[in-house]
């Protein structure tokens, strides 16, 4: 009888014996060990330390842009691989390849390369060079309120900052442009402006309320001018016991720039002013934007008046007194016409709602209207958002609280011509303001004696709308203190009925807390951001908007709310910016498709990224790879991190 076991046993520990020897050989079998007969005759390859067969090559990039390092190895795997910048290991770079951040130009000249190892030994790449380009001439400016006349707050030029980069650890803080007082009105910026003898520079442009100018290289930070508006024995204003502008008035409205007037382009503002027995002066200066010298002859005295037995009124006109108002909405420059809209110092009369049109190249008044003539109250406030206008001449604004005459004329119009509370359109034919259209509530009368008027906020002029029928429609937006969402036909606004609010879309309730901001707008969406609420967006669909917040941000906004900007490269790396008014104040980036938080400036540690404490309307500046944002204090720069 076979001991089949022990047979089996003895065939095993054979081939037990053929593995061992198979695995210690140190060498590769190109057949495999048998069981019966004699071991087989191997091929061998011997195994063999890296070698580097495809060096990285030299990489040319522009800031802002990412570069591509790469390595090819010969010899027994698996591989492991470290990357080198210098002789530095960089943390995590362990493949075959290595994307770096956004560059930057202090990056230019950096060498990269790698060690790839195996169970053998290791090897070297050479060394490659990064290069990296200036991102040339900046091409994008931004010379108005909110980026155009329409007031969208979007710049579709943007192409350097994206989701990819717009974070705490490639994102931040560069810098801090100290000026001498607050900055209310938002700054504006001017691409490759030649100064005389000075070279060009992209100009950063911020006014302050101690009525100073400044011209900033937008990209070091250097002064390349600043001039004062005051004349001599005056000072600033004072608040006029209103602290809604305080502790001194200057200039607080945002300026805008014309760059194809004058000998290198030109700077509008309206400035106020005291003298040493008290007179208070509004005054338009233009200057030129290279050199920040005075243009045209000016500046000149903001002076009017206009029919009517309201407040202030002579008993034939009502007359303009400079000391009762102040420059608060952004200048709109519009067909060479600059027109400005006056406010009051809170609410204390008299005073009533003014809109005025200056010449651009003589600086002389062109035309003046008065929105309640014969009442009072009734002024331009708009949260500092600038009067808006259309393509074809038309300027749209909201009316603060005021005097609304519910006896119509024959064309439904006021007849006394008193438009306190109203959602307004001026025709500008012919370089005239009147008064062309008008929405005003069903109970607007109500809402102005209760201070819940629509004044507080801005308007956008939304782009042509399809119905999906192949109707267009021409519409505009704004919201007030009523907590109410308004979207006006601007072929027929509505007008006034004590019964029913006219009007081509209202959603009641949209906005909890009211707002005192302006909206943005891109890409068929609206966002809003109102008192103690998320920012809200609202989709556009068939010329309407959806009935609710279609996404909203996470986190909320105390007083005043926010108003938001956008920046995209066309439709793609759309991001909305704002600004929380806190101590510190606090920057913002979401994605403008869900409005997740992508950056804010709080997440950098130590406090890398504050700025300084809040400002009441903080609208954020984006253009070509940096955001600028005005404080009390100066201008903060943000932007990729060297």
């Known amino acids: ?332 420059l519009l067909n060479g016409v600059i027109y400005t809209g006056w406010t009051s110092h809170c609410d204390i009369r008299p005073y009533t709602g003014w809109i005025m049109g200056y010449s651009e190249s003589t600086l002389a008044q062109t035309s003046v209207l008065n929105v309640t003539p014969n009442g009072d109250a009734g002024s331009i406030w708009m949260a500092g958002a600038g009067l808006a206008a259309d393509s074809s001449g038309n300027i749209y604004f909201l009316d603060a609280n005021g005097d609304f005459d519910t006896s119509l004329n024959a064309s439904g119009f006021p007849s006394d011509g008193d438009y306190g509370n109203a959602f307004m359109k001026l025709s500008t034919s012919g370089n005239q303001l009147a008064v062309a259209d008008y929405f005003e509530m069903d109970n607007g009368v109500e809402e102005s004696d209760n201070d819940t008027d629509l004044g507080s906020g801005g308007t956008i002029v939304l782009p042509d709308l399809s119905d999906g029928s192949g109707n267009t429609w021409h519409l505009a937006v704004g919201a007030g203190k009523d907590q109410n969402l308004y979207l006006v036909n601007r072929d027929a606004m509505g007008k006034f009925s004590a019964n029913n609010n006219n009007i081509y879309q209202e959603l009641a309730g949209a906005l909890p807390g009211g707002v005192w901001a302006m909206p943005a707008y891109f890409n068929n969406t609206v966002y809003y951001g109102s008192f103690g609420s998320p920012i809200q967006a609202f989709t556009i669909t068939n010329a309407k908007l959806s009935t609710s917040a279609t996404s909203q941000t996470a986190n909320s906004f105390g007083y005043p709310g926010a108003t938001p900007s956008v920046s995209a490269n066309g439709t793609s790396n759309a991001i909305v910016w704002a600004v929380e008014n806190t101590s510190p104040a606090v920057l913002h980036a979401y994605n403008a498709t869900n409005l997740t938080e992508i950056y804010n400036s709080n997440q950098a540690s130590n406090g890398r990224d504050h700025f300084g404490d809040g400002n009441k309307f903080i609208t954020p500046m984006i253009v070509n790879g940096h955001v600028f944002v005005g404080t009390p204090n100066g201008v903060a720069v943000f932007g990729l991190l060297p």
């Open 1 to 332: 009888m076979i001991d089949s076991d022990r047979f089996l046993g003895a065939g095993m520990r054979l081939q037990q014996l053929t593995n061992l020897w198979c695995f210690l050989t140190v060498t590769l079998f190109l057949a495999g060990c048998g069981l019966s007969g004699s071991p087989p005759t191997p091929t061998i390859v011997s195994a063999a330390a890296p070698s580097i067969t495809a060096q990285p090559a030299n990489q040319t990039v522009t800031a802002g842009q990412t570069a591509t390092f790469s390595v090819t190895a010969a010899g027994t795997t698996p591989f492991s691989y470290q990357w080198q910048k210098g002789t530095t290991a960089i943390s995590g770079a362990t493949s075959a390849s290595y994307t770096t951040a956004p560059t930057t130009t202090a990056e230019s000249g950096s060498q990269f390369g790698v060690v790839v190892s195996n169970a053998i030994g290791n090897a070297t790449s050479n060394a490659a060079t990064l290069t990296v380009n200036g991102a040339g001439p900046a091409s994008t400016d931004v010379l108005t309120y909110h980026n155009d006349i329409a007031r969208t707050g979007q710049n579709l030029t943007e192409s350097t900052l994206t989701f990819g980069n717009v974070n705490s650890g490639t994102f931040g803080k560069l810098g801090f442009y100290p000026v001498d007082g607050l900055v209310d009105a938002e700054p504006l910026y001017a691409s490759n402006v030649a100064v005389p003898n000075n070279g060009t520079h992209n100009l950063v442009i911020a006014a302050t309320e101690n009525d100073s100018v400044y011209a900033f290289d937008a990209d070091s930070g250097a002064t390349i001018w600043q001039i004062s508006t005051l004349k001599t024995g005056e000072t600033t204003s004072d608040d006029r016991d209103c602290t809604q502008i305080t502790p001194q008035i200057g200039v607080t409205s945002t300026p805008v720039i014309d760059r194809t007037v004058g000998p290198n382009g030109a700077v509008y503002v309206v400035a106020m002013s005291k003298d040493g027995s008290g007179n208070y002066y509004q005054r338009l200066h233009a200057l030129d934007l290279a050199l920040g010298s005075e243009l045209f002859g000016g500046p000149v005295a903001v002076q009017a008046t206009y029919p009517g037995t309201g407040d202030n009124s002579n008993g034939t006109n009502v007359v303009f007194d400079p000391g009762q108002y102040a420059e608060r909405s952004a200048l709109l």
